[in-house]
C-alpha cells in the first residue's frame, strides 16, 4: 500500500500499541505459575567484585507471576525492603529512585517493550518438547544501594552510631612463638648481593635501643591494647581533625593552598604509649604540627598513576617538606600526591536499544577521603615502625657477636618507609576541599613488588641486588612475626630501591 493512500495513518496509527496488547496476551495464554523470588538490599564495595548484604535486608517475595515485568518487579521488591531499611537508618531518606534492580549475574533487570517475563527463564527449562517448569526453583534479585548513598547515611551518624555501623572487624590472631634467639646464620640470611647505598635521606635511622623496645613487647596486653587502637575514624572525627571552617580562598587550579599535618615517625614503644588515646579517635597523636604551605599539581597530567583504589600525581611544594628536601636544597621540592577513589558504572542507552556500562573512577570528597588516608597513615606509621623494630634487632644481633669475622656488618640493604604528610585544600567554608597523601617520590623506573600479600616468598628477580633486597625483606617479616608474639609483620612490601611505600 503506498504511504500516500488516504487511509494509511488512520489504519495504522494504533498499530504499535495493538502490537504490545497482542504480545501480553500471548503471555498470558499459557498457565501463569506463581513463584517466590528472593531479593536482597546490597551495595558493591570499593575495589570490590562481590555484593555486600547491607545488615539483614533479605526477604522472600512470593506468590509472584513469572511473567511479572520490571518496573512491578522493582515495586514489590522495594515496598518489601524498604520498612527494613528505614528501622536500620532511622528513616535516612531512600527512594524506588535511589536503587537499581539487578540479577542475581549483576546485570541490571530494567524495563522491556513489552515489560513481562524478565524473570520467567529462571524458572523454564527447554527440552525437545518445548518449556518446562522447574519445581522449586527461586530466582534473586538484588536492591542495589549506591555507595554515594550509603556513605552518604555514614556521615549523617553520630560517633558511637559510626562505630556500631561500621563495625570493628579483627584478624585471627596466630599463636606467638616463644623464640627470641638471634640465628646463628644472620649472615647467610639475605644472601651476598651487592650493597647499594642510597642517595639524599636514604640513610640508616638512628637505632633505638633493642633492650627497651623488648620491655614493651615483652608485655603482650600493652600490644594488645594498641592494636585495638586501631580504629577506622568516624565521619565526624575526620573532619574535626582536618577542617577549620576558616579557609582562606584558593589561589588557583594548579597552586593549591593546603595546610600540611606532617606524619610522625614512630617507634614501636611509641605507638604502645599513644594507644588509648588513639583508640579513642585522637588521631592527632600520630601527626606533628600543622603549618600552611603551597603544593603545585596537576591532576589531569599525563604523569597520573592508578593504583587499585589509589591515584599518583607527580607534584611539588614551595618548601621543603621531607628531611631529603632539606637534605638535597634545591627546588622543585618533588611529592607524591596520592588520593583514593571509587569505580561507578553506568548504564547508558544505545542508538539499538540496548545498554551499555560505563566504568568512571571518581576521586572521593573530603570526609571520606580524609577516613580512607587516616588509615593508610595508621598503616605506615605501624609498618616504619615494624622496620626501626628490624633495624634494631639487626644492630643488636650484630654486636652481641664476639668474633671479628662476625663483627664485620653483612651486605644488609638499607630500606625504610617513606615518610608522609597530608595536605587539606584550604577553601572557603562550606565548599568541597580536596585531601592529598604526600609521601616522598619514588622514580616509576625504580619502582619494585618485592612481596605480595598472597606468599612470603619474594619476586623471583635476575638483578642480584633485587634479589638481596627481597630476601632481606622476606627476612624482616620472619624478624617482625617472632618479635610481636606472631601478631604483626608487613605485608605486600614494594617501592624503590631504598624507599618503600603502600604496606
Known amino acids: 500500500m503506498a504511504v500516500g493512500y488516504a487511509g494509511y495513518t488512520a489504519n495504522h496509527k494504533s ?52 511473567n511479572i515485568g520490571a518496573r512491578q518487579l522493582k515495586e514489590l521488591a522495594f515496598k518489601l525492603i524498604a520498612p527494613k531499611w528505614a528501622n536500620k537508618t532511622d528513616s535516612y531518606p531512600l527512594g524506588i529512585d535511589d536503587v537499581a534492580l539487578r540479577d542475581h549475574l549483576w546485570a541490571p533487570i530494567i524495563e522491556q517493550d513489552p515489560d513481562v517475563s524478565v524473570i520467567r527463564h529462571h524458572y523454564f527449562r527447554q527440552t525437545a518438547k518445548g518449556e518446562t517448569f522447574k519445581q522449586g526453583s527461586r530466582a534473586k534479585v538484588y536492591l542495589h544501594v549506591p555507595n554515594e548513598l550509603y556513605d552518604a547515611w555514614l556521615e549523617s551518624l553520630d560517633e558511637t552510631d559510626f562505630l556500631q555501623a561500621a563495625g570493628r572487624t579483627g584478624k585471627k590472631r596466630i599463636k606467638a612463638s616463644t623464640s627470641r634467639t638471634v640465628p646463628d646464620n644472620l649472615d647467610s640470611v639475605v644472601g651476598s ?30 600490644l594488645d591494647d594498641t592494636l585495638r587502637g586501631q580504629v577506622f575514624p568516624s565521619p565526624k572525627k575526620a573532619h574535626s581533625l582536618f577542617f577549620d571552617p576558616n579557609r582562606t580562598k584558593p589561589v588557583d587550579a594548579e597552586l593549591i593552598d593546603v595546610e600540611i599535618w606532617p606524619v610522625l615517625r614512630m617507634t614501636l614503644p611509641e605507638l604502645i604509649e599513644v594507644a588509648t588515646q588513639v583508640q579513642n579517635g585522637d588521631h592527632t597523636r600520630v601527626f606533628g604540627e600543622p603549618r600552611a604551605m603551597k603544593l603545585v599539581i596537576n591532576v589531569l597530567a599525563n604523569n597520573k598513576k592508578k593504583g587499585a583504589f589509589k591515584v599518583a600525581v607527580r607534584g611539588h611544594t614551595t618548601e621543603p617538606l621531607f628531611s631529603c628536601h632539606h637534605e638535597a636544597p634545591t627546588k622543585p621540592f618533588t611529592v607524591c600526591a596520592k588520593q583514593a577513589f571509587y569505580t561507578k558504572f553506568s548504564e547508558v542507552a544505545k542508538d539499538d536499544g540496548g545498554v551499555q556500562r560505563v566504568k568512571q573512577d571518581i576521586v572521593f570528597g573530603q570526609i571520606r577521603q580524609s577516613q580512607i588516608l587516616l588509615m593508610e597513615v595508621i598503616c605506615l606509621v605501624w609498618a616504619s615502625a615494624l622496620q626501626t623494630l628490624v633495624t634494631s634487632f639487626i644492630s643488636f644481633a650484630l654486636k652481641s657477636r664476639k668474633s671479628e669475622a662476625h663483627a664485620q656488618q653483612p651486605p644488609f640493604p638499607t630500606m625504610r618507609f617513606v615518610e608522609a604528610a597530608i595536605a587539606v585544600e584550604r577553601v572557603p567554608a562550606g565548599e568541597d576541599a580536596r585531601v592529598f597523601l604526600l609521601e616522598e617520590f619514588i622514580e616509576a623506573s625504580e619502582f619494585k613488588k618485592y612481596l605480595n600479600n598472597s606468599s612470603p616468598d619474594p619476586t623471583r628477580f635476575t638483578n642480584p641486588d633485587l634479589r638481596n633486597r627481597g630476601a632481606f625483606l622476606s627476612f624482616a617479616q620472619h624478624v617482625q612475626y617472632i618479635e610481636t608474639g606472631g601478631k604483626l609483620f608487613v605485608a605486600d612490601y614494594q617501592g624503590g630501591i631504598s624507599l618503600l611505600t603502600d604496606p
Open 15 to 66: 498499530y504499535t500499541a495493538e502490537k504490545k496488547q497482542m504480545a501480553k496476551k500471548a503471555h498470558a495464554q499459557g498457565k501463569d505459575y506463581k513463584v517466590t523470588v528472593m531479593v536482597e538490599a546490597v551495595r558493591m564495595p570499593e575495589r570490590k567484585d562481590k555484593a555486600e548484604v547491607l545488615w539483614d535486608l533479605v526477604e522472600a517475595l512470593g506468590n509472584i507471576s513469572v
Open 193 to 222: 648481593g651487592s650493597h647499594h647505598t642510597p642517595q639524599g635521606n636514604h640513610h640508616l635511622e638512628i637505632t633505638p635501643n633493642y633492650n627497651e623496645m623488648r620491655i614493651h613487647l615483652d608485655a603482650p596486653s600493652l
